[in-house]
């Protein structure tokens, strides 16, 4: 009883009055261990950083396409609201419509350019004989075995067994390829969903991040550069359909058959960036040899023409008229795009350049004014 009566009494102590000792001085900031640690830390949490970033590089590259086709089918979004539709409404419009087009280039390409590949083997021998019928040909055959090597080559794909086996392998390969590709683009399209229906919530989020008395200025600005990428889209798509259409009446002009599903095959090889006319090239130079040699030759002199007059006269003109940037710019700005980042590169090379014209236009250009 005398304990706990005396631990009764016991004053309590506050944790104000509990005593931690006098803080000491600040650590100096200019001495060389502190601004080492800090600097190491730095470095270390920058390198982290650098690889995290890259390990998760694949999914900001699917995350910046889809928020380029986004902005790209924005302008088809708002044009149909305007007629009194919803933005949901809207989006289902355009997603029907791009998923119709998905199915109708199925319908109308896969068939013949499966076809078409059948009748290139079975025809490839005789195109190689063809060749030999050419003297120049014939001549460089004779120094250098060229078509020689080629009937070799298809002789033992066609006739062993194992090479065959090897190339089902590879046919593996091939599908899941392909599944992977199914997989990315299935990603891309939901990504685009996404991003095309929450659109102007997520415009609106980035400018709460601005100053009250520079956001009106901001959202302007935002609006533009959103626009200039639409316009980038609407322009690439009209470049592409003009390259369909002289392809197309090209192939008639040769007597190449489907013409309109090898159209249909060249404009969506067009809206790729960098390698898309190489695989619309060798696609439609493959169909035109079933022909002939010659048919083959003209189709690929003549693809590679217009290729040459879409890069230098076309796309520079339509990219000026309809983004306001100059023909150098758009070149200089898809090489360094496509240098930096490939496909994806240049694919965004040109809108961002036109985003960084207007921005200079608007802000840098007319501050220099002033001071």
């Known amino acids: 009883m005398a304990i706990s009566e005396r631990m009764k009494r016991k004053p309590k102590v506050s944790a104000s009055q509990s005593d931690f000792g006098t803080a000491g001085e600040p650590m100096d900031r200019a001495h060389p261990f502190y601004f080492g640690f800090v600097a190491t830390l730095g470095a270390l949490s920058a390198f982290v950083l650098m690889r995290a970033l890259a390990s998760a590089s694949q999914v900001f590259v699917l995350i910046l396409v889809a928020l380029f086709l986004a902005m790209g089918l924005n302008p088809a979004v708002e044009a149909i609201r305007k007629r009194g539709v919803s933005r949901a409404s809207a989006v289902t419009i355009i997603f029907t419509s791009v998923i119709l087009m998905v199915i109708l280039f199925g319908a109308l390409v896969v068939p013949p350019l499966v076809n078409q590949g059948t009748q290139l083997i079975e025809s490839a021998p005789t195109l190689l004989n063809q060749l030999n019928d050419n003297a120049t040909i014939a001549r460089i055959n004779e120094q250098y075995g060229i078509i020689d090597t080629l009937q070799n080559k298809l002789t033992s794909v066609t006739s062993n067994g194992s090479l065959l086996i090897s190339a089902f392998g590879g046919v593996i390969g091939v599908g899941k390829s392909v599944l992977s590709g199914t997989f990315t683009a299935l990603t891309i399209l939901v990504l685009t969903l996404y991003f095309i229906t929450s659109l102007p919530q997520a415009v609106d989020l980035g400018l709460k991040l601005v100053p009250a008395s520079r956001r009106p200025r901001v959202a302007v600005l935002t609006e533009a550069i959103i626009a200039r990428v639409g316009a980038f889209v609407g322009s690439q798509i009209l470049v592409s359909a003009m390259a369909a259409i002289f392809m197309t009446i090209l192939a008639v002009i040769l007597g190449l058959p489907s013409p309109i599903a090898i159209g249909i095959i ?106």
């Open 266 to 371: 060249i404009f969506v090889c067009g809206l790729v960036p960098l390698i898309g006319h190489f695989i619309g090239a060798a696609i439609y130079t493959i169909i035109a040899l079933t022909q002939s040699v010659s048919i083959g030759i003209i189709a690929f002199v003549g693809y590679v023409v217009y290729v040459q007059v879409e890069n230098y006269v076309l796309t520079p003109k339509i990219m000026k008229r309809t983004l306001a940037v100059p023909g150098a710019v758009t070149i200089i700005s898809a090489l360094i795009g496509t240098s930096l980042l490939g496909l994806v590169g240049g694919l965004l090379a040109v809108p961002v350049a036109a985003s960084i014209i207007l921005i200079l236009e608007e802000v840098v250009f007319p501050r220099a004014e002033k001071s």
